[in-house]
């Protein structure tokens, strides 16, 4: 398995249990579900068993840039889930 798919793996993993134990926080659990959601379109690219970690980093920030010029989220919106992508990024040391 490429470092790209272990790497996307980690993420998924952290995104998850941070799901499972959100609880009632709606914010979190929008940041949590909209970052899964860009996180599976990105680890399913065509190159994924040829790439590296930094691949990931880059093809999400990517995501998350083109995303939110077209989607209507708030400024806390998009500052919330930028943040939590980058607390996964530093917990699985991307």
Known sequence: MSEFLKSADLAY???SQREMAAGD??????FLSYLLGHLSLVSSCDQAEDLD???LTLGM??????????DRLSDQDKDG??????EIVAEIRL
Do not use: M, P
């Open 53 to 55: 970690a930094t691949a």
């Open 61 to 70: 920030d990517k995501s998350l840039e083109a995303a939110f010029a077209v």
């Open 13 to 15: 993993t952290n995104l």
């Open 81 to 86: 889930i930028k943040s939590l992508w980058q």
């Open 25 to 30: 926080n709606t914010d979190l659990l929008f």
